[in-house]
């Protein structure tokens, strides 16, 4: 079986309100993946799109954009896991290339979430979770996170304090990414003044500051085969390892609260592909959707044992200069997290980390980059390994 | 066309609001009504399953049998939301939380008659019917 890479990456700006239709958003990512491997449409054999389709009104909207991207008359459909549908597109590229379906696949992502209210979107996002038995009670995101979150502090001693390391972290790197939507400052001091907006509850521990916000935008990663990849690209960067897996929906079927065993094990997969350990790995983009979510991730990546992923953010290990750089990006806490199109964004970035085209991110030397794509609150779990 | 189709929807009635109207565990919220909480197990293989289910995806069979929720459960994790969703704005603050009943754990709110400040992760808790406005049927967890 030949290889798969990516040769082409596009993420539009992630914003508040896009001043457009979703074909329109949709076409931002996608010109710039195609500008960036050098091709045009009709090389491109098939097209999967990914979004949560509760924010979506068109219906089937892959139909839409294959129209409007001039992907006709190529085959296109659309996949879902909730937050990670764009990392399951990959896999699903990945597959459609090796089996020798076709050559190259692009992978769109999108979310237009601003059509519908912050309540509305917590609403829809909560049905996410198990409508016959948990939405009834109220559930929405930011708690279901937050029960992790009790659940690490009480197991480990975890405290808000390395929580909020985590955002001043985002923060740092937010600043400089033109394409996030949260780019001001977030200092540690903000989160103990109880005036300043970052404190405020959400859903107890979390707090504002610990929640990335809601955007819209789109990304586009086009993925081919090797023979392909060798003769368009002069630096592909090869899919070296997959994994994925999925949990109960309904905590009350888990067993773990301090951690999220889909990522755990969707590691192991894509290690174990790769033929590699956490410790080959150069830079991470993890989802961090929720400050806790990503001090989980580093455990559950294994760049921690589980416990001590505090010690990595209090000792800086996860900045830029660290053993084990994590969302150089600014991560989903300063992009915004437009559900579709966040895992695009995430390979995107460690794309241009392993062509060392990142700019003022950029890692040295890299070899290995890993993208941790969770879908849900750990319903859903994807980890790929890309490597040059 | 002289039969109108019965359509037995009383799982309508479950929880503040309810987006599942027919369910083969209907039953359920009749249970709620007699001051039950109810799951169900597998008389095949013995497994317990809160919530309840109709079908053991390990047997594949429907042979089960309903069980009452009882005794007193461990606090695994919980949450105090300041915000909610559309539908539940009046609710807040509000508490959500997992307890572990040893076969089984339960997913649901903490009673507002709770003291805020007794809550914490491994307090012994019991489930307990909770009756809502307009009819409706839910349970929450109260102090064992
Ligand atoms: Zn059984």
Redesign the pocket.
Known sequence: MGKVAIIGVGQSAFVRSYPGSIRELVFDGFKEALGDAQIRAKDIGASVVCSAPEYDKQRSPAGVFAEYLGLNPQPTFYVETLCSSGSTGLRLAYSLISSGLHDMVAVIGFQKMSEISSAESQERMGRGADIQWESTFGTMMPAYYAMYARGHMEKYGTSLEDLALIRVKASTYGQLNEKAVYRKPVTFDMFSDPENRMSGPVASPLRVGDCCANADGSSCIIVAGEEKAKSLSKKPVWIRGLGAASESVNLAGRNLFSGLTVARKAAEQAYAMAGIGPKDIDVAEVHDCFTIAELMAYENLGFAEPGEGKELIRNKETYKEGSIPVNLDGGLLSKGHPIGATGGSQIRTVVLQLREEAGDIQVKNPEFGLVHNIGGVGLYGNVSILGR | MSSKREIDDRFNKFGRVSFTAITKVNDFVDHLEAGKITGTR??????YFFPPRAD????L?S?MEWFEVSGNGTLVTFSRLQYAPAGFEEDVPYYIAVVDFGDYKVFGRISKDVAENEICVGMAMKAAVDKLPNDRLSYVFQKA
Do not use: A, E, V
């Open positions: 597998c008389k095949d293989c013995g497994l053991c995806h390990q047997c069979t042979n």
